[in-house]
């Protein structure tokens, strides 16, 4: 025994010679008690000095969490694993602090849109309605969203993907990388100007009426480069190994494109389609300059006014009346679970169309 | 069926860089031919330009003659689709198509080509899974997804999936190398079978499966990094591995290598 001892090499350095693989180690339970123990902290300060914010509490609670484990691992465990609960106790304050405001947004909106929400809302329109009158409904501006967002989708998504298989299938050169620049400045239009230039171009200059159709084109311009995006990502992922395999059997570049490499990426290019979808469904600024809004239903996207659900919720919003408060908020619900379900279904479409591995 | 390849001056370069230079050789049909030689010496790069894969990498470009019996498969006007049907090709990694089964994966060259009758295509998936002897152990679950086979099977079924289209030559960039000892034999065997109907080119860093499986062997070499891969020789196995006309070649198989 004491032979080993001796044979073994001696450490150089400031480590602590390693007597044993085991280290003191912190409990399993260690960060939930500092957690608490934080919170309670936090509340305790805030109370003590008399802050009104809550927010401020919050903070604080989190600057002891962090600051406290940190501390304590240091004195325990050593400063590796110190730096390491560091990481880990940011990451999880980071994670609250983005999860917060999404889940309070939720709770707000579910809390004051379920006051006016129920199947008359759904499926009535504003007609006759005055702004200060309860009741009244979501219909038209339903019925609004759903037609320009799919004549958007129309327009935008075949134009985009096709841009997408240029860009990863054949692009080469300048006019490749023009085309991957205007597409990075596409992305960064706001939604405004894109609602200008149709109002200049199609409305002014070509003298056609305000509809749902010009505000289509205005979500589709919107929609296009982040379609082009998603898409090309999904096409960059589809192994090279599958387009050779295919062109070494003899089968044109445009089949092996259509028939193996859209296939493997069907999942990914939906998924990024829907989320495109649901980017577009919430935005305002085009409807106002190109839709007009409508209180009264307009099945027609091609001619007069329409409204939308966002456009609904700023018109309601503006009106400035409880009731009419209500029914901005019940809209903005409305607006909310549709987005939700868009997103589900392009989840679903990802999943059920993944290359299957199963035996 | 099976055709004879002639190649005379061929120079292959991606982009500016000249990976293969000046290659002449003749590969006998109804044979298996193997090329050996140093990582990087061109030996892949030169199968490829066999059936104008080597097109396909962004720069890459070919000069020179491949006579595929009478035809040159660099000749104007000559369709490099055709040629890739012509010339099948199974790859080092196996690559079945995801998103396609056992059936569809070996039916995928004839159905992407829209050239099949359907009453036909079961016929020849059974006979091309037959001839790359997995039959026996996927025709229960045909529908089952191709990529959940093991690796081994996976290999065999991009050879069956190969030689569905009934190409006239085979090449095979080390279709060995991710592959375990039996899974190894399963090939080689299939390749002994195979070239009663196919000419085969098959390339490889298993100098063993090179003098197991091949009638005549090509050495390739390189003078250095940067430097263009060349032919060395080309002879008989036996000769190649008994008996080489040139010093580098003895020295490579012999493992007294640079």
Known sequence: MSNLVKDRPAVTGSAPRPGSLRQPRLPRWAPAAFALGSAVVGVAIGLVAGLDSRIQWGLIAALVFVLGSYIASTVVEGRRQAKDRLATSLVWVAFLLAVIPLVSLLYETVKRGSKALNADFLNHSMAGMLDDQAGGGVYHAIIGTLEQVGLATAIAAPIGLLTAIYLVEYGRGALAKAVTFFVDVMTGIPSIVAGLFILSFWILWLDFDYSGFAGAMALAILMMPVVVRSTEEM???????LREASLALGVPKWRTILKVVLPTAIGGIATGVMLAVARIAGETAPIVLLVFGSKTINNNPFEDPQSSLPYYVYEQ??????????????AALVLIAFVMILNLVARGIARWKAPKTGR | MAKRIDVSGLTAYYGNHMAIEDISMTVEPRSVTAFIGPSGCGKSTFLRTLNRMHEVTPGGRVEGKVMLDDENLYGSGVDPVAVRRTVGMVFQRPNP???????????AGLRLNGSYKKSELADIV???LRGANLWNEVKDRLNKPGAGLSGGQQQRLCIARAIAVEPQVLLMDEPCSALDPISTLAIEDLIGELKERFTIVIVTHNMQQAARVSDRT????????????KLIEIDETERIFSNPSVQATEDYISGRFG
């Open chain 1, 235 to 241: 096409l960059k992922l589809v192994p090279n190994e």
């Open chain 1, 317 to 330: 919003w503006t009106a400035g009346q409880d009731a009419s408060y209500d029914r901005a908020w019940a």
């Open chain 2, 97 to 107: 198509f995801p998103t396609m089964s056992i059936f569809d994966n070996v039916a």
């Open chain 2, 126 to 128: 059974e006979k091309s």
């Open chain 2, 218 to 229: 090509a050495f390739f070499n390189l003078a250095g990094v940067g430097q263009p891969g």
